[in-house]
Each structure stands twice: as C-alpha cells, then as structure tokens.
C-alpha cells in the first residue's frame, strides 16, 4: 500500500510539473523523477518481500542469494535464462496481439514503437496492481497518437476478454496431464472446472463472433444519462462491432493470448529446475502455475501479486516440490518475468517529451499528431456534441449531482441490508436463539451498515455520468440494489443451501443452476424497470433520511421483540442440599481432555513432559487404566464416553451428526439418582445443538471470543463470519480466544460451578482444550500453530509442532493443579471420585500425518485414563494396566460408585469388577471411523492390532495392517501377509464388534450447523 501511495504521489507531482512549470526546468524535473523512479524500481524488485510457509518474510534478493550458495551457479543461470528466455515468448506473443487489435480499429502503429511503449508499461507497472500499469500506458500510449480514445478503450477491453480465454485454455490444455496435483479431488476438480472453463471460452469466443449482439445492446437497452451521451455510446457501438467479419484476426488473437499465458506457465517449470527442486514434472507445474497465473491477474489487492503468486504455488505445488522450493520459484519466476521489464526503463530514458512514432494510421491515413492529442481528452467530437438533440437539457452541476446520487445510494444499500438481515435473522429464529436474541436487531443492523457504506461509493462514483434529478431518482437507487442485494443474497442462498440443505456438499448443478438464473432474472428486471418504479411512489422509501428512520425502526422493533421473546435468559438453578440416600455417595467429577495422548503423562512413562498433577490422582488412591477411544476425533469419542456406546451405536460420526433425544447418557443417569448435573465444555463438537446437553441441570458452552459486540445468535450470521475471516487474515499473531477457551477460563466456570454446589451431591463434566491446536507458546506471545492454516506441515516443523504441544499440556496440568486445590478447599476432594480421560491423541509425523481423524494407529487412539476413588469407597484393581480399558467402560464405572443401576442399553463394563470375568468381546477394544471419506475400524488385544481401510481413502492407509503389539508398539511392520491365522480371528472379532453395535443402533439425528458452528469447526481444522 505504501508503495502504491508513492506511486500516486510521484503521478500527481509529474501532473503538477508538467501544467505549471516552464522549459527547460520541466525537461530537468522529469529526469530526476525518471531516475528517482527507476533507482527505486530495482530497490523494490531487491527487496521484494516473500512470505515464507512458517509466516517469516525474507527479501527476494537475500532469498535468491541465499538459495544460490546451495546450488551450482552454472545450473541456476542456465535455467534462469531459459525461464527468461521463455516469458520473453510470452511477451512478444503478447506485443503482436496488441498490434493486431488495434489494426482491427484500423489503428496501425509500428511495431518498433509497440515494443517500447510495451516495455514501459512493464516498467511503470511492475509495483502496480494486477495489470493495471501496463494496460493504462498502452492505452494512453495508443489513444494519444490515434486520437481514439474510444476505440482504443474497446480494443483493451477485448484484449481482457480474450487474455483471459487464454488462462483457461492453458488450464484445459495441461489439465489432463497435470491434474494429480489435487491427488483424490483430481477427478472432482476435473467435473466442476472442464465445463466450466470450456462454456466460459464458448461464451467469450460467441460474443466476439458476434458482435452484434454488443452493438444491439448498446443501442437498445436504457443506460444512465444515455441522451447526453448518444454520441459517445454510438462510438462506443461502432468501436464493438469493428471485428465483424474479421473472424480470422480474432483467432489469430485468442492463440496469441494462449502463447502469452502457457509460456508464462511453462516459465515456472524452469525456475523450479533453477533452484534444483526435486520431483519437479512440467505439465503438473503448468497446470498449477496456470491457476496462479489466474489469481495474481484477478487479485486488485496486491502490487504485482505480491503474496498471491507465492501462496498460491505454495497451495498447488508445496507437496510435489517441497514448501520452501514451492515459494522460492514462485519469486524466482517473478524476477524472470520482470528482467525484460527492466529494459523498459532505457526506452522510457531515451523518449524525448516531444516523441512521436514513426508514423499513426487510422482508416489508413496518417494522422495529425497534434489534432489527435486534443481528440483524445475529449469523450465526444465537436460534430457529436452539434448533432445531440436540441431538447436535451444539461446535466446539474456535478456537486448537486454527487450529493444526491450518494444519497440514494446509501437509502438503496440500506434498504437491501435490512432486506437481508431480517430475512437472515428470521432464518436463525428458526433455529432456536439460545438464552439471548440480539441477531433480530443486530442482523439488520449490521447488514445495513455494510451495504448502505457500499451503496454510497457506488452512488457517488455514478455520479460522473451526466443524469439529471430524475435520472438519478430512478437509476441510481435501480444499480443499488442490484450492486448489493444481488450478490449478497445470492452467495448467502447457496452458502446456507450448501450446508444445512445438502449437508457441506455442493448443492447439484439443477439447483445452482435455478438459483443463479433466479437472482439474474431479479437482476435484468432492476435494470429494466427499476428506474421507472424508483421514480415513482416506490422512490421515496430510498431518500437517505428515509431510509435511516426505517433501519432505526427495524432494529428497535427488533431489540423489543428480542427482549419480549427470550428475556433475559433461564437463571441458574438453586443448588439442592443432598437427596435421602446419598448422603454417604460420593459427587463425581469425570474431566476430559481433548487431544490428550497417554504416553504425554509422566505416569505413562513420559520423560519430557511433567503432570505432577494430574498424575497425582493415581496417588491419591486411584488407578492407571490402559484404556482406548473409539475414534480419532472429538464428536464420537466423546459421544462413546458419555453414552458407553461405539460410534455405530450412537450414530454420532459426521460434522452434522447430533446425539438421538433416545440415547441415555451419563448425566442422565446421575439426574436421575438425585445428584445436581452440570457439564463445561469449550470445543464447538460437544455444543448443545449437537445434543451433548441432555440430562444436564447446567450446560456451558465456552464459545470462541465474538468480535465487534455481538452475542450468540449474531455470530450465525454470514456477513459476521466474513469480517471474522477477513479479521483473522489482517491481525497479527494467534489468540486462544479466537479458536476456544483455555483451561483457566474453564477453571473460571468451573470454580463458579463448584462454590455453589459445595453442600450439594454433584456430577460436574469438566471439558479441556488446551493440548487441541493451535498449539500456544506459554506464556501466550501471539505465536502458535494452526492446523486450519497448516494442514500439511513440512515434516521438519514435527520437533517444534511437538515441543509446543507438550507445554501446552503442562499448561493445562497446572490448571488442574488449581482445580484440585479448589476442590481441597471446599472439602470436597477426598469424597469425591475423579476420572480423567481423553477423547483421542494426535499425530506428529508418526505414520507420515498430522493432527487428528485420520487413522486408527494408537498415537491417535490411546488415551491416559486415572480414576481416583472417594476415600471411603478406595477400589482395588491389582491388574488395571495389564488389561484394556475403554471409553465405554468410563460411564459404567462411574455411574456403580453412585449406587444407580447401570442402564442395560450401556455396552461398558464397571472397572472395578476387574477383568477375570470379561467375555473374550469385552477384552479388546474396537474403534472405527468415518470421516473426511476415511472409513475405517480397528482391533487391539493386549498382544496384536488390525486396522482396516477402504479402498482408495484420502489419508493413504492401507486396506488392512496387522501389528506385533509387544515386539512393535509403534506400529510400523505391517505382518498381514505372513500373520494370516492372527489376522483372520481378530478380523472376526471385529465383525463380531460391528454386527453388535448395528445391531443395537439408535436412530441419530443431524444438527443444522450454523455459520458459527461451521466457522469454530474451520478454525480448529475439522472443516477445510
């Protein structure tokens, strides 16, 4: 941006230097400007920040320095050369294309001249946005000369078109050969794109073999202060329909575009060789660069595509070529682009002020250079203004014409956000508000805000055009709402049919299909009779201060509907005195900690990591179990600790998948036999809409922090998860609060909890997230790791990703320290049974992945279970590490120290009968999973594991591994093949499990996920 300012600044102060200051000094003036300009040209391109994949941003100049020590200079300049070599291609392909345009407005200039101006506009635009440098000087290049500003503008115009015919043409033409680089979404990528690219190419290329159909648009549909501009619009016309009958210069352009575009493809090919990078293939490096090349030209946000080009090859090639070589090509590639560029600075030094081609033919004649220059600051001839109907009254001056045009451009914007808002907000009614309703005021209100902003720019950029009152009135608010309405309540509809109708899947190409021509047709009948219908009674409701007092209507008519409908939200229950009969019970505190591996607790045997505390419950009278999850993620661990249920039971396995109303879970139970429930919890999996809160007097979902003033309810709102994104993007640095609750704030809760139900009988779910992602430096310095923006981290971050995790574990083993000091406090820790577990572990590289939900190996399923028991009901289990435990077993277990009966629906076992008794079924722990299209099961004794795959998943696994448990505890020799016998009973054994659990499954339900719910679910990585 500072750049870009600078540039300003430099522009305007040449404008200044050429209007007021005399020869010789002006001439004197300008070669100061041209060296300053080209000194801080080569500045810019040495000092190129390139953001690096750990976040760090190194200098283009030290980044390629760098990389030139570790490779031989002789292969780097070889292929440098050729990467230039090629783009040059590009370059020229893209100077004849240009020429051959404007000979189609029968413009002809020299080629000679063509190079040069070509050149400096690389020059001038190589730290301007996109292509805006380039195509601005040749423009005015050619308009200057010709004197045909019009036509010229078409002709650029139609260079755009067929320039970005000939990105997707690259895309299709190395699409086939280069498509693995999206591996199992290569075949989906290749549905959606194909027809896409080919109806977009077949669209372009109708419209410039017709250009009648242009001509006829122009002259026919209504156009803002159209009869003040018939002469421009008829030029304009003409300018479009110059290519009739001129099918074969088209063709020569678009392959032309073609050659521009694939050779600045190909070029990467040849940067990644520079710089040695392994496993680089040609047409998988097109294909990706092609898609980049695409991003950078689309990308108005970044001077020269700075960021995009790196981080979209880091996206597309960071898994073939490695990250670091991924961003390091992609800068190289920027420099081979722009060496050429830099040539553009002689000839921009060697034009004199008084320059002029060699000769400028229009219809075939030479033109006047001097009458031309004055014809191309004028929008209309002389004869065009002479020939405008006499009747036609002059426009207002251009302040009246500003004040009013914003006027009804911002009433225009803030009627269609409070469309839009109340519209959101009734759709969030529909779901249930909570304890608080703020989206019925807040939704329109901030909808309003944002479109009534844009609508107001818009009206007053309209304002150039020469409309009067009445034009305004009608045209103005008409292009309003199709600006904001339109796009807004477009991407709103398919984003909401996508998630809560098709369950985060594309909605299918038939109903895409009706809602974009449904909002198109909206679209074409604004423009058609909109201004009519403004101009009429319809228009006053978009006078500004109209609109004003009715989004001040709307939003407190929407703050006491929020206050009569939900109040001030359910108060928190009494806490009872002991019911009769359980006096002589203990209260029960089950604590679950999300991603917490059992070999990460010095208990386990952990050398670096240090839980005193946590630890310190096994002391305390209790017991270490061997236990394991039932899954590798949050949902349907969870739900199979707290309903003593595998995931085929409780049916709780996917995103939207919710807990049946059928299902019993633990806190019911406890409920029942008289105890005070209440459950804490921080991970967005286990929130109340995913029926997690069932049986519970007090449920706390410990959400995400909310941004800008909002509650609840108004973070479902779409536009919020937008500024949230975009938020996040801008921001430096990672805050917990931004992604979950730490273990203090749940500390907070909790001890609230606890203060009010010390003289009560209590069964108190306690929910941690501290070892989740991001993993947080301690104390908190902004700095962490995030799997939703790290989704495949480079296989050296492991020791770093893993050191941050285990301090966030002694983190959380201090707040437990503290909670088991409030507990002591209160006089209440002796007497009460306290069991700490995990839902799942996580990866670091073990089995070549990360993070966690992907496979079954025991880095993600092995969780640490310690139960201490109540002083006067100490149990002794002499062989509770030499057996399995499950997560089933947990609630079983605890609900018998209660006295209640275990409910006969629970497939656990009470851990306190020992094992001696357990059926060969209840010996083994059997775990599946279905997720992210990975659908696997797994069974484990104490001596061997099986894990089965489907064919083809993602993640990469196997069909089936068997493990030697005792002689291989990290599961790396897979004994399938010679193991047959072992293999084949505990595949059994699993049948057995699964038939079983189908057998007894309940009837789930699916939560419709909010755009929150959605939101929390991205940033903790579940959802890409």
């Known amino acids: 941006m ?3 300012l600078e ?11 050429a209007k007021f200051v005399q020869q010789p000094w002006r001439g004197r003036i300008f070669n100061l400007l041209k060296a300053w300009v ?9 000092g190129h920040p390139v953001t690096m994949e750990d976040g760090s941003r190194v200098a283009a100049g030290r980044l390629v320095m760098d990389t030139l020590t570790n490779l031989d200079p002789g292969t780097f300049w070889t292929f440098v050369a050729l990467a230039t070599g090629i783009k040059f291609i590009g370059i020229l392909a893209s100077m004849y294309r240009w020429r051959l345009l404007l000979f189609g407005q029968s413009i002809v200039l020299p080629f000679r001249h063509i190079f040069g101006s070509f050149l400096i506009g690389r020059f001038i635009g190589t730290f301007l946005p996109s292509t805006a440098g380039l195509d601005g000087y040749k423009l005015y290049d050619a308009a200057r000369f010709s004197g045909k500003t019009i036509e010229v503008t078409a002709t650029t115009a139609l260079e755009k078109v067929i320039g970005f015919s000939g990105i997707f043409l690259s895309f299709l033409v190395a699409l086939p050969f280069g498509i693995k680089i999206f591996g199992e979404n290569a075949r989906l990528i290749a549905i959606l794109t194909v027809p896409f690219c080919l109806g977009l190419i077949a669209a372009l290329m109708l419209v410039l073999w017709y250009p009648g159909l242009i001509q006829w648009a122009l002259e026919h549909l209504p156009i803002p202060g159209k009869a003040r501009l018939e002469g421009l619009v008829l030029r304009v016309s003409h300018s479009a329909a110059a290519y009739r009958g001129k099918r074969a210069l088209v063709i020569q352009a678009f392959a032309l575009s073609f050659v521009v575009h694939f050779s600045t493809a190909a070029m990467y090919y040849f940067t990644a060789l520079a710089i040695s990078a392994e496993n680089a293939e040609f047409w998988p490096i097109a294909f990706g660069s092609s898609i980049q090349i695409l991003a950078t030209v689309l990308s108005p946000f970044t001077i020269a595509g700075e960021g995009i080009r790196e981080a979209a090859q880091l996206v597309l090639l960071g898994n073939m070529i490695g990250p670091d070589k991924a961003i390091v090509s992609a800068a190289l590639g920027f420099w081979a682009a722009e060496a050429m560029t830099l040539f553009g600075g002689i000839f921009w030094w060697i034009r004199k002020p008084d320059y002029t081609p060699a000769y400028c033919l229009v219809d075939g004649e030479q033109v006047d250079y001097a009458a031309a220059a004055a014809a191309a600051v004028s929008l209309e001839t002389e004869q065009e203004r002479e020939a405008r109907s006499a009747d036609v009254t002059p426009p207002p001056p251009f302040s009246e014409r500003l004040k009013a045009s914003a006027g009804y451009g911002l009433g225009a914007g803030i009627l269609s956000g409070l469309l839009i808002g109340v519209v959101e907000a009734f759709v969030i009614a529909l779901g249930g508000f909570g304890n608080e309703g ?11 805000s944002v479109l009534g902003g844009m609508g107001l720019v818009g009206g007053a950029v309209l304002a150039a055009l020469p409309m009067d009152h009445d034009e305004i009135r009608g045209w103005v608010p008409s292009l309003g709402v199709i600006a904001t309405l339109i796009p807004f309540g477009l991407a709103i509809t398919v984003f909401r049919l996508r998630r ?6 594309l909605p299918p190409l038939p109903v895409l299909l009706g809602v974009l021509g449904a909002a198109g047709a909206i679209a074409l009948l604004l423009f058609v009779f909109g201004p009519r219908l403004f101009r009429g009674r319809a228009g006053e409701i978009v006078r500004p201060s109209r609109a004003i007092a009715l989004l001040m209507i709307v939003v407190l008519g929407g703050a006491v509907t929020s206050a009569a409908v939900v109040g001030g939200g359910p108060a928190l229950p009494e806490a009872p005195a002991v019911p009769a009969g359980l006096e002589n019970r203990p ?3 089950l604590i679950m900690v999300d991603t917490l591996r059992a070999d990460h607790l010095s208990c386990y045997g952990a050398k670096k990591v240090r839980t005193p505390a946590i630890c310190s419950l096994a002391g305390d009278g209790g017991h270490l179990f061997n236990a394991y999850s039932h899954a590798s993620w949050t949902k349907p661990a969870t739900a199979s600790l707290l309903t003593s249920l595998v995931p085929s039971s409780h049916g709780a396995m996917s995103k939207p998948s919710a807990l049946s109303q059928d299902i019993q879970l633990i806190a019911e139970v406890m409920q029942e036999r008289g105890y005070a429930t209440g459950g804490i919890v921080s991970n967005i999996n286990l929130a109340p809409s995913f029926g997690f809160d069932q049986g519970y007097d007090e449920y706390h979902y410990l959400g995400p922090d909310y941004l800008a003033g909002s509650e609840e309810s108004s973070s479902k709102l779409i536009l919020y998860q937008i500024a949230r994104s975009v938020w996040f993007k801008l921001k430096p640095g990672l805050r917990v609060g931004d992604f979950y609750q730490d273990s203090g704030t749940v500390n907070m809760a909790a001890f609230d909890y606890l203060d009010r139900h010390a003289d009560s009988r209590f069964f108190l779910f306690l929910h941690y997230m501290d070892p989740h992602d991001p993993y947080f430096a301690h104390p908190y310095d902004g700095q962490g790791i995030a799997r939703v923006s790290n989704q495949h981290p480079d296989p050296e971050r492991a020791a770093e990703m893993h050191h941050l995790y285990e301090g966030e574990i002694e983190f959380l083993d201090a707040n437990i320290a503290k909670l088991i000091a409030k507990l002591r406090a209160l006089g209440v820790y002796d007497d009460s049974v306290i069991a700490l577990t995990s839902d799942h572990g996580e990866e670091f590289y073990e089995h070549g992945g990360w993070w966690h939900g992907l496979t079954l190996y025991d880095e993600q399923i092995h969780v640490p279970l310690v139960v201490k028991w109540a002083n006067a009901q100490r149990a002794s289990i002499p062989d509770a590490r030499n057996h ?3 997560l089933i077993d947990v609630s079983p277990t605890l609900i018998a120290q209660t006295g209640a009966a275990i409910p006969e629906a629970m497939q656990g076992l009470d851990l306190v009968r020992g094992f001696a008794g357990r059926s060969e079924k209840d010996r083994v722990a059997f775990s599946e999973e279905d997720h ?3 659908v696997l099961r797994s069974l484990r004794s104490m001596d061997w594991k099986l894990i089965e795959a489907n064919e083809g998943n993602p993640r990469g696994l196997a069909s089936a591994e068997l493990f030697d448990i005792v002689r291989d505890p990290g599961e790396t020799e897979n004994r399938i093949a010679e193991q047959t016998a072992v293999a084949g009973e505990l595949r059994a054994l699993a049948d057995a499990n699964e038939q079983f659990a189908k057998s007894t499954a309940a009837e789930g339900g699916e939560s419709t996920l909010s755009s929150a719910e959605e939101e929390a679910l991205r940033a903790l990585g579940y959802i890409e």
Not at 38 to 46: N, P
Not at 438 to 448: D, F, H, I, T
Not at 500 to 505: P, Y
């Open 2 to 4: 500072l750049v870009f």
């Open 7 to 17: 540039i300003s600044a430099v522009a305007v102060f040449a404008l200044l230097v």
């Open 38 to 46: 080209t000194i801080r040209v080569f500045w810019l391109l040495l």
């Open 438 to 448: 703020q989206v019925l005021w807040y939704g329109p209100l901030a909808y309003a």
């Open 500 to 505: 809560d109708v098709f369950l985060e899947q």
């Open 587 to 589: 209260n029960v505190i």
């Open 884 to 886: 399995i435990a499950r």
């Open 932 to 934: 992210e299209g990975n």
